[in-house]
């Protein structure tokens, strides 16, 4: 666990798998059942409310309990409200909802989400409560499939969303004409490795399927 993280409870990320929609992906509830468990933890710790920690409207969260945890209810967290969505994060759901991957609604659910958690401090695998970053690089695969197959080189996600945006306004990143020059390359395809933000919990993660095309 990173210094200052606050622990989350395992048995929550074991709640949430038991009552999930049989129907359901198992490497998508195991996603979402990591970031709302380390979501919850953090919202008690810091006095907020769940959907402040994931950029959700109740509404959307609501959607997210009746189709994909069916058989259980969230927990009671203090404030239900939503943030207010700084000028980053508006740009990061743009650049997330351009592409996320077509014909899913789960990936646009997954939009407000993603882009609330890359504006937190740790690496964004981390931050989802991912176990490592193979996690998140098949997550993204998954659903913002135009996004994985433009990060080709593998740069650090955080990076690599924060570059798509610049591009878009017409500036670069990095100062030199290609990554391969940039004196500042390190920082952005350099090592990933830490500890996952669930690390304490005792839960050990069901096996997940293969899923084709990851």
């Known amino acids: 666990m990173l210094e200052g993280a606050p622990l989350p409870d395992p048995a929550l990320y074991d709640q949430l798998v038991g009552g999930r929609n049989p129907l359901q992906d198992p ?3 195991h996603v ?5 468990t380390l ?6 710790e810091l006095g907020c ?10 509404a959307e969260l609501n959607v997210l309990q009746t189709r994909i945890f069916s058989k259980i209810e969230f927990p009671a967290v203090l404030v239900p409200d939503l943030a207010a969505v700084s000028a980053e994060e508006t740009c990061l759901r743009q650049l997330l909802d351009r592409f996320a991957t077509p014909h899913s609604w789960l990936s646009k659910r997954f939009v407000p989400i993603v882009a609330r958690r890359a504006v937190q401090v740790h690496h964004l695998w981390q931050d989802l409560g991912l176990r490592n970053r193979d996690e998140l690089s098949r997550f993204m695969a998954r659903h913002f499939k135009p996004l994985a197959e433009r990060n080709a ?3 650090k996600w955080k990076k690599f969303l924060s570059r798509m945006i610049c ?3 017409s500036y670069g990143l990095c100062p030199a004409p290609t990554c391969s020059d940039c004196s500042d390359a390190s920082n952005c395809f350099g090592d990933e490795a830490g500890p996952s933000l669930l690390a304490r919990s005792s839960t050990n993660p069901p096996e997940i399927e293969n899923i084709p095309g990851t």
Request: proline share 3%.
């Open 49 to 58: 409310g769940l959907c402040e920690r994931l950029g959700l409207e109740p």
């Open 167 to 169: 591009m878009d306004d």
């Open 153 to 155: 080189q593998d740069m």
């Open 39 to 44: 979501a919850c933890a953090e919202a008690r």
């Open 32 to 36: 979402l059942a990591s970031v709302l």
């Open 27 to 29: 490497f998508d509830v």
